[in-house]
């Protein structure tokens, strides 16, 4: 495996308690591989991967648990802005965020952005600098690149400033870019071709990337696993045409029927999740998707929270349902 994170755990500590953001997750990524972590907003997706990367703003967020073994060494034993962990930064490890335009700085030039990359982590010089960034900025796709250096972000359009961010994760020849909601208020042509643009990177370039995300669509079309995330644990995953097929867990179960397909009867109405997720300061001892659950029994009242068992191979799901009930509800 390139990155295997182990019971990972991240807090917040607030006013009102502690928020238990991340509450013990595992997952694994191998090379050249693309992953889904997947989940409806608050659910720890992002927050797991930044705590990876040792970028929870503390305070008030700590992480108080868990390994992130990448390459060999456990990411979370090196000091936060030790020279050891801002060398797997950039170099190593790239994270294109959310929105673009809260993530480069207003004031300096596209240029200034990716050259202090590529100067800092392959030592060029000024010249090789920002020559090697007008060939990223054509390669994600920007027309008249070497003039394109000396604009400003907001001289950019919202999918161009994402495309510059590709670039930078990109740089420095990364073994793996994590890509929190790369596509978030974008138009779903640009959506499109912003992650052809990813797979290509991952395709051409030897490269593996962390999709994060609440679009199931996007995972379905390019992630060979799926991770579900939900109250801050993983609940299931396994490989993407498995899970899609027959998924266990009934919160997985909510989030196909709740998106639209392609090949769905006409007429067929959208079943949505009821209610909301649980508070993360006051986290219950049972299964946390209890109150949301159209298909809960006895069982599930009274037990601590069930933790991942294999169900086939390489499925794994924290249900204590009986696996044919849940075969039967999909069906």
Partial sequence: MLLSVQDLKTEFRTSHGVVKAVNGVSLEIGEREIVGL???SGCGKSVTMLSVMQLVASPPGKIVG???FFEGTDLLSLKRNSREMRAVRGAKIAMIFQEPMTSLNPTLTIGRHLTEMLRLH?????????????????????????????DYPH??????????????????HPKLIIADEPTTALDVTTQA????????????????????T????????????????????VIEHGAAERLFDDPRHPYTIGLLQSVPRLDDEVGRKLIPIVGLPPHLIDMPPTCAFLPRCPFSGERCGIE???SLGDIAEDHFVACHLDLSEVRHAVS
């Fill in 155 to 172: 001289q950019f359009s919202g999918g161009m400033r994402q495309r510059v961010m590709i670039a930078l994760a990109i740089s420095c």
């Fill in 122 to 150: 392959l030592q060029m010089n000024k010249q090789a600098a920002r020559r090697r960034a007008a060939e990223l900025l054509k390669q994600v796709g920007i027309a008249d690149a070497a003039k394109r250096l000396d």
């Fill in 214 to 233: 609440h679009n199931l669509g996007v995972v379905a079309r390019y992630a060979h696993r799926i991770y579900v995330m939900y109250a801050g644990r």
């Fill in 304 to 306: 601590a929270s069930p």
């Fill in 38 to 40: 997947v989940g409806e």
């Fill in 193 to 212: 071709q912003l992650l052809d643009l990813m797979q290509d990177m991952v395709d051409e370039l030897g490269m593996s990337l962390i999709l994060v």
């Fill in 66 to 68: 868990g390994k992130a």
